[in-house]
């Protein structure tokens, strides 16, 4: 098992001096020297070390070597010494330019001013498979905590973060550490991973304070927690075995939506017994009279619940139709544990509350023993009663908001028509911005921004005399592969089989037809144009990066030069290729840009003494960090190439296909996964308003709800372009789909309730309004804060996706909570509808049956802490019935 090791070095953060002073050499080699001194148990392959220029033997500095067991006394070099070997490498870099074998060490400025503010070394290591983890800990542990490059952190620690620029202070110079020793990434997933018991204790701390109940908390942290691992069992057992960093994603929204179902069903219950069945003397409720709230309090809060349940978990099963399968498995493992929350609400927590009602109500902590509380006494028609529980939302909502939204001026009630108004701005400003959104200008970020990993290839590029076209890709157009045959390979696990080729059977190189082709596409490729902002070609306008050396490699080409000038056909060609193939040296053929990149051995496969398939490469001017916004268009340009090239082909030449070492998998990904944020949107969001006109079966009411939904959504993505000026790229893509999951919750409880007001006899819109707000509002406030702290504990995160997942989900549910309070319910309170009007007729298998309990015309609300509800519009009307459940 090999890894590679690179150690930088920079004078100064601002790089204003050089880095080749006896002090500073002196310092690096103390550090390599003591580093080797650790690595016994593994064997060095190359140890290219810039240490070795100024403190090994011999003439030459390229030529000096150093001994790799750490015995160099690393004493101070007189100045005279490094004064010399620097001139010494400044002559060569002179005379040789980018060929110089220096190059790898200096700054590009270093042949003009003799001084270089960044040097390095490289080091290759190996190890036995089963000592693996020995390469990790030679990088981590000696690099990382002996040497102060290991930063810790409240959650985390990693070996790769630096200061500002990335580098860290080590005496007299600065080091940065890039090591494919350890996989990072995965490394800051599993710590991250453990912010979710951080997330998991702030829900709980916030489900206590509203529920004022130690037990009924900690009975409904436990349900939400149990819903993962079986859902994972459920996940496991659909023969589904793919659990990725997304998939951690979960818990943070599990947590947040099985918070929101607990606080409908207890809040459910406290405002139907408080309204229905108020208590002149503190206790529990009687055994006939518990059975009763309790059906009402399931009966209501069941559909509300579903709702919400159903439209998320329908949002994270729209990914099921990505290709790409860590969204793809992530949206089925969130909608079973989604499914499953829903179930244990249903089901445990009902119990949970009679047991807190009957033992625990009004007991913070579970102390002292608890006891059966003694039965209360049902409060007569307006008398007195025991005064609800009142909370600061409760006081806000009963004396600020409802009033202000009742108050008339005139005919007018100018509260809810000034926040409509306002909140319709607001989503103009949404759409406005969340059109400007585009595919990605850059790659995708993964890690903080002072991590030592990120931005590699950039630093290499710009800090060291390499060739500039190392920056560039390379582009490979093959002949004679039909087809990757992937039945045999695990979807889960792909990387545990690499498919099968299927050649062409058509393909022949042996004709001279054959050949013609081959090389008039050689020569096409040289000079097809590029106009595309994904190629950098100024004065030039080809696809083909132009330079003083070859830009392409055409074997055929060469095989012909080595042949001297001509090409065999028929029965001679192939046993004339095998010996070209096997004696002939690329770097004969092939310019300095691509000598690298071509191996004949590879390029021309002869697979059991038959030619399968042949390549040819040219070294583009598409930049290996082309954004997916550029690149996709020069992909488009070489994928029309190569169909008209298919075009023109002879039949054994129809297999041209094209690859861009990775870059264009890239791509795929990047469009796969707008292509899933789109294909969810159009799922989740038509099953979102018929979920809403099943739970209201009122087309007025469902449709003002998903304009709500639909603005939250654009509102969010709006905020990425607006504030963040971010792109479109994965993290948005994803968070498109959880947004629309989130955003349905507090419109669709609150629509329910408005709808469920009419069956406690209010008709007028301000009735029905008032009493969604007293019955959910306060639920309303109370889920948005839990999940949005749930969502802020991965602000603390390493991996920059899950911070950027914390900043999301937080704008989401800051914009659901403002358009179903200051919007949706505003709203209705100026133009909602009332009685029956909007409402849609049941088909008569759903309508059901509904057990309804009379109260008589003088029944008369007891008087309580909080001012009531207006009485219901009653005059004129039969004795009110009160839903007690379907």
């Known amino acids: 098992v090999g890894a590679r090791l690179f150690l930088f070095y920079k004078s100064d953060i601002a790089g204003a001096e050089t880095v080749f002073t006896p002090k500073r050499l002196q310092e690096m080699c103390l550090l390599e ?33 150093m001994p790799l067991d750490g015995s160099v006394a690393c004493a101070e070099l007189p100045e005279a010494s490094v004064s010399g070997t620097v001139a010494a490498i400044q002559e060569n870099v002179r005379a040789l330019g980018a060929r110089s074998p220096y190059g790898r060490f200096i700054h590009p400025d270093f042949a003009s001013t003799g001084r270089s503010i960044t040097t390095r070394s490289h080091i ?13 800990t030679v990088v981590m542990d000696y690099l990382g905590r002996q040497n102060g490059f290991f930063q810790d952190g409240l959650f985390h620690s990693s070996a790769f973060i630096g200061e500002e620029d990335r580098f860290v202070q080590k005496g007299a110079i600065r080091v940065r550490v ?25 829900v709980w701390v916030v489900m206590w304070l509203h529920l004022n109940s130690f037990f009924a908390s900690s009975m409904g942290m436990f349900q939400i927690l149990a819903s993962l691992p079986i859902g994972a069992l459920i996940y496991k057992s659909l023969q589904i075995d793919y659990f990725e960093f997304l998939h951690v994603l979960v818990i943070y929204l599990v947590l947040g939506i099985g918070a929101d179902d607990a606080f409908v069903l207890f809040d459910m219950f406290r405002h139907i017994g408080h309204s229905t069945a108020p208590l002149a003397k503190d206790g529990r409720y009687p ?6 709230v309790l059906q009402q309090t399931i009966g209501r809060s069941a559909g509300s619940i579903f709702n919400t349940s159903f439209t998320t978990a329908m949002a994270f099963l729209s990914c099921s139709g990505s290709k790409a399968m860590p969204m793809r498995t992530c949206g089925w493992y969130a909608a079973i544990a989604i499914i499953l929350n829903f179930i244990f609400t249903m089901i445990f927590l009902p119990s949970v509350l009679v047991i807190w009602h009957m033992y625990l109500e009004g007991s913070r902590c579970c102390c002292p023993v608890p006891r059966l509380r003694p039965e209360g006494t049902v409060a007569e028609p307006g008398g007195s009663c025991v005064g609800q529980r009142v909370t600061l939302v409760d006081l806000f909502l009963d004396r600020l908001y409802i009033p202000a939204m009742n108050k008339r001026v005139g005919r007018f009630r100018p509260v809810p028509i000034v926040l409509v108004l306002g909140m319709l701005v607001v989503a103009f400003q949404g759409v406005y911005f969340a059109a400007q959104l585009t595919p990605p200008r850059s790659a995708e970020v993964w890690f903080p921004e002072s991590h030592m990993l990120m931005e590699v290839s950039e630093f290499m590029a710009s800090s060291f005399n390499t060739p500039a076209h190392d920056g560039y890709t390379v582009l490979d157009f093959a002949w004679g592969i039909d087809r990757l045959d992937v039945s045999d390979i695990d979807v889960y696990h792909p990387s545990r089989t690499n498919g099968k080729l299927i050649f062409d059977q058509r393909f022949d190189l042996s004709t001279e037809e054959a050949q013609r082709f081959v090389l008039d596409t050689c020569e096409k490729m040289k000079t097809l144009s590029c106009d595309l902002e994904g190629c950098d070609n100024t004065g030039y306008g080809t696809l083909m990066l132009q330079t003083d050396s070859l830009s392409d490699s055409c074997f055929l080409r060469d095989f012909k030069a080595w042949n001297n000038g001509t090409l065999p056909t028929g029965a001679d060609f192939l046993p004339l290729l095998k010996v070209f193939r096997d004696s002939a040296d690329a770097r004969d053929y092939t310019g300095e840009v691509l000598r690298q990149d071509v191996d004949y051995k590879k390029d021309i496969g002869i697979i059991d003494g038959e030619l399968r398939y042949v390549v040819v490469k040219i070294r583009s001017t598409m930049s290996k960090m082309t954004p997916f916004s550029r690149g996709t268009d020069v992909q488009r340009l070489l994928a029309k190439f190569v169909e008209e090239r298919q075009d023109n082909a002879p039949e054994s030449m129809k297999s041209l296909r094209f690859v861009g070492g990775g870059i264009f998998a890239r791509f795929d990904l990047s469009r796969e996964l707008l292509s899933g944020l789109f294909s969810g949107c159009a799922i989740a969001m038509p099953i979102a308003f018929l979920v809403l006109l099943a739970s209201t079966w009122n087309i007025v009411i469902a449709s003002y709800a998903v304009f709500s939904v639909g603005s939250i959504v654009l509102c969010v993505l709006g905020f990425c372009k607006g504030a963040m000026n971010w792109d479109l790229g994965v993290g948005e893509a994803i968070a498109g789909v959880i947004v629309i999951g989130y955003s349905v919750d507090y419109v669709v409880h609150l629509a329910h309730i408005y709808c469920e007001a009419k069956h406690s006899g209010h008709q007028t819109r301000e009735g029905r309004a008032e009493f969604a707000v007293r019955n959910m509002g306060s639920t309303v406030v109370a889920g948005a804060v839990t999940t949005a702290v749930s969502g802020a504990a991965m602000f603390l995160c390493f991996v920059y996706f899950f911070v950027k997942m914390a900043v999301l989900i937080c704008v989401t549910i800051m914009y659901s909570f403002l358009f179903s309070l200051v919007f949706f319910m505003p709203l209705l309170w100026w133009i909602g509808p009332e009685g029956d009007f909007g409402n849609l007729t049941a088909p008569r298998c759903l309508a059901g049956g509904t057990r309804v309990m009379p109260v008589a015309k003088d029944w008369a609300p007891p008087t309580g802490v909080l001012p009531q509800p207006a009485p219901p519009d009653t005059q004129g009307a039969p004795p009110r019935l009160l839903d007690v459940g379907s």
């Open 287 to 292: 055994k006939d009279v518990l059975v009763d």
């Open 178 to 202: 890039v090591s494919d020793a350890t996989n990072e990434f995965k490394t800051m997933v599993q710590l991250d991973f453990m912010l979710a018991i951080l997330s998991v204790f702030i």
């Open 124 to 136: 290759l290591l190996r190890a036995e498979e089963d000592k693996q983890d020995q390469v990790a």
């Open 33 to 65: 020297q003591h580093w080797l001194r650790s690595v016994d148990a593994l064997r060095i392959d190359r140890f290219d070390s810039v240490v070795a220029l100024f403190y090994g033997e011999g003439p030459d500095p390229i030529r000096r070597a």
